[in-house]
């Protein structure tokens, strides 16, 4: 009995942790708002052969197309720290940078309101082992800093071009755009 007992707890262990990549273990699983969101793909961003971070897509349904994601109510994107290189000004204009690629450099003043109270997100120094998660949905964008929830910030549109950020036309890197997508 002790044994099956075992067995069943170990078999349970494996399914929370759907993933590592990097050495970063991924739950197969992200709970908000009482929906339950599903390890959509996971990959690294690198630069000059350096592993910077990982990045995760949540889902409540598989999508292998960025349109697919964008029609899905909400989406979660998670973004673990893996190098010092990655510094709090760094993170900013990489971000400042995904918004003018991800909307063609076409910004109204909401959009740009928008991303200046977001990257408040990023005022504070970052190092290997931060994590952030970045709730998208038709409300806005919910970030949550090592567990640290942030106030909502814009709306739909604003909750689109940051998910094309990774996954738009001209993604932060074409490789992980498609371990996101599940490739």
Request: hydrophobic share 45%.
């Amino acid at each position: 009995m002790k044994s099956l007992l075992s067995l069943l707890l170990l078999c349970l262990s494996f399914q929370v942790v759907a993933k590592e990549v990097a050495g970063i273990a991924l739950p197969n699983s992200l709970s908000q708002d009482n929906q339950t969101y599903v390890l959509n793909g996971a990959g690294v961003r690198s630069k000059f052969f350096m592993d910077l971070y990982v990045g995760s897509l949540y889902l409540t349904a598989t999508a292998d197309t960025a349109d697919k994601v964008l029609a899905q109510d909400k989406a979660i994107i998670r973004l673990d720290i893996l190098s010092d290189l990655i510094t709090s000004d760094k993170m900013r204009d990489a971000i400042s940078d995904g918004f003018d690629a991800a909307t063609d450099g076409k910004m109204d003043d909401a959009m740009k309101a928008s991303i200046a109270t977001f990257m408040t997100l990023f005022e504070a120094d970052i190092k290997p082992g931060d994590n952030f998660v970045l709730i998208a949905s038709r409300d806005g964008v919910e970030a949550i800093k090592n567990d640290i929830t942030q106030p909502r910030v814009g709306d739909a549109t604003f909750a689109k071009a940051l998910l094309n950020i990774w996954l738009g036309e001209h993604p932060a890197q074409k490789s992980l755009k498609r371990n996101m997508l599940g490739d």
